[in-house]
């Protein structure tokens, strides 16, 4: 049945049955999260050994003999440098190695704007007005950190192969437009990776504002799922063969590698940038956790590990993945009232679902039990102009979970095309 | 033989004997380093059950079940809100449990300031003037942050029950000032400890700007080296009983308990006050790394347990601030030409040498290999106006090398003293 070409009749008659359905989902009184991109616990016994390769036996000193205990090292250990250096595409020297916040990093990055500016130009608060570009769907919590310092968000469309470029080349030309997010591979929520031609024209961007930088927020750089890694274009290396240099500043970090709450977060940039970022982290801290950082160093001795480290995640997920996206396929193929990604790596399902719809669907969805992302929280300001994306996050609950809760968003997306359509017709 | 009365022949022939002995120490090519508040590496051993109580075996959820591995939980543990709360005098409601740095809570507290300015007003950065009373001598560290947002900074002098509040009292009557630093107990670098009578008039100020804050910096609020601990009036209550709950903003942190670089650090304030931080917060970071809370949520079972932490410290400290300060008392007594404070917790011993000879003694100290802090360092903009403080900081080097160290220090002060003295007659 193709609910869109279906009449009134064969649509009421529907709505009853998946109302009915409805009902017994919420008599079932469930109690489901898939809201946020959490990895589950078996994912993080993949990491149990930084419980034990940090210890009195083991030693806490590190490579070059610093007493990881004690204070200093305000850019972070050495081992890590390098680890994150071939993550980031950028020497060790450009490397800044954090706390457990990749997150902390871009706001503290932003909030240095606001009050120091880049690159000699004014404090961005004191400048008349600044815009971001944002890629759309995308990452809310980027989105947040622009809403906290009154950055206007420009929506841009996020394409199959990354942002419209021919968009951001004319809103670069605004020089109150001083940066733009971007998760270049495994987007959230598309799960995309961009593609060269689109990471080339990202690195020759000559925005009008000195001051613009694009930040380059690769969280999911090695989070395949599937077996296989897409790559992503190195955009550092394409900014220097532009002169373009001090264009970007990338984040990564180990929350999805080895603990959420306690992983190793890091920071890249052009030698001018690093050395600007630095200067304000001299009076903000003395220095990061070094023996976490001690911890995964001693996990991660080459990138080899690392990359076996994530085939073992890899495997716990696709399952969880599959399952989701097979009942989304037997439950609504043919109903022509939404469809989705099939993503090969990152942490989420984009959903679409009729225009109009995505809120309503939410709400039922609620309403029985199921927590899902909020319906706009995908765009900037939790507005989604055709209120039709839905970010499914299927990491975290178990796979009977999943399932009960796969089949419950299908009724809820009958329900909310059947009220929207009949109130259409 | 008193320097400052005796005749030009007599500093002379002093001169001739006190170069010889200068010299004999430089040929001994010295590296030692007493310049930073560092704990020992025997005092870090105190903590070592940190790397065991935490793992496969002991678990990994705190008290109410949180699996402390994964995301979650902006403001921490509610094992450590209630120790902090026993430490800071404020209800675990209005306790903030971060990361690794309570420097950078400051500074974060600082910046939010900036850009958002605190109970509504305009963000300090878009005012036209933001000032601070800095009792002096001081943490370099915190004028090291008030010089970063361009904050002018206002000396007021700190006697030996706490900063000089008539100044104080007259200061808060401009706008401009919206803030002061304190380091209420073993303050760095004098040790004293503020008197009741001076937090009662501290938290009585009513200073004619509403975002007025005070930056109660405890560091040291345990950390007592003789056996037994001064006792510092709970400011929050005391602006409690005035009205004035929104004045204090309190920081500490385990740094010089546990972990140098890995320990805990906390804020605390009033609940409008908290509620504003934590606001900045959600968009900052998803939360703290809790597994380094529970770790010392673990070794802290109660307050007692700490306490007794703290007695082990003081056990190790004990002999080291006594080997320097029977240095100086041996060399230096009726000299006339220095005097130092006799702490009795905290981790510096103030020493005052002649007007005008703070820079030349640190600099022959240099010259012979003995890194002491700068001097100025205890002073805003790294000005000592009439440079005679020079911080002392026994805490790291090994018995033998402070002995070492006291007895080139004497020198120093001894040659310094004497070319001063020649100069000027």
């Keep these: 049945m193709n609910y869109c070409t279906a009449s009134r009749e064969e649509l009421e008659k529907e709505f009853c049955r998946i109302k009915k359905e409805y009902d017994e989902f919420c008599d079932k009184k469930m109690s489901l999260d898939m809201s946020r991109g959490k990895p589950n616990p078996e ?61 902390n990093m871009m706001f503290d990055t932003v909030a240095q704007a606001m009050t120091h500016g880049f690159g000699g130009e004014k404090p961005w608060l004191l400048q008349e007005k600044v815009k971001f570009i944002c890629p759309v769907p995308g990452y809310d919590r980027h989105f947040a950190i622009c809403e906290h310092f009154g950055i206007e968000m420009i929506n841009v469309k996020l394409n199959s192969d990354g942002p419209d470029m021919d968009s951001v080349e004319q809103l670069v030309k605004d020089p109150c437009v001083k940066g733009m997010w971007c998760v270049p591979k495994y987007s959230n929520p598309d799960g995309i990776t961009y593609s060269d031609e689109i990471v080339k024209r990202i690195a020759a961007l000559k925005p009008a504002a000195k001051d613009f ?84 160093a001693r996990i991660f001795t080459d990138i080899e590990k690392l990359y076996q480290h994530m085939d073992r995640h890899a495997a716990i997920l696709k399952p969880k993945f599959e399952i989701v996206l097979q009942t989304l396929n037997q439950q609504l193929s043919n109903l022509e009232i939404a469809k989705w990604t099939n ?33 706009g929280a995908t765009f900037p300001y939790g507005t989604d102009p055709d209120d039709n994306n839905i970010r499914l996050a299927p990491t975290f609950p178990m796979m009977d979970e999943l399932i009960c809760a796969s089949k419950l968003l299908c009724v809820a997306i009958k329900l909310a095309a059947l009220e929207h359509l009949l109130e259409k017709q």
Excluded at 81 to 96: A, R, Y
């Design 343 to 375: 993503p090969t790596g990152g942490y989420f399902i984009s959903l679409y679902v009729l225009n109009g719809c995505a809120k309503r669907t939410v709400e039922l969805c609620k309403q029985a039990g199921l927590i899902l992302t909020p319906a």
């Design 213 to 296: 930088r694009v930040f380059w927020d690769n969280a999911y750089a090695i989070h395949h799922i599937n077996g296989k890694t897409d790559t992503l274009l190195d955009i550092y290396s394409e900014c220097i063969k532009r002169g373009n240099e001090d264009l970007v500043i990338i984040f990564t970090s180990t929350s999805k590698i080895t603990f959420p709450g306690a992983g190793v977060a890091a920071e890249a940039a052009s030698p001018q940038n690093v050395t600007e970022i630095k200067k304000r982290m001299s009076f903000q801290t003395i220095g990061p956790d070094k023996l976490n950082q001690l911890r995964h």
């Design 43 to 103: 994912q993080m016994d993949v990491s149990s050994e930084l419980f034990s390769c940090v210890s009195i036996e083991r030693g806490f000193q590190n490579e070059t003999g610093i007493d990881c205990r004690n204070y200093g090292g305000l850019d972070g250990l050495s081992e890590l440098k390098k680890l994150f250096s071939q993550l980031m595409g950028v020497d060790t020297s450009q490397i800044i190695v954090g706390g457990n916040s990749s997150l």
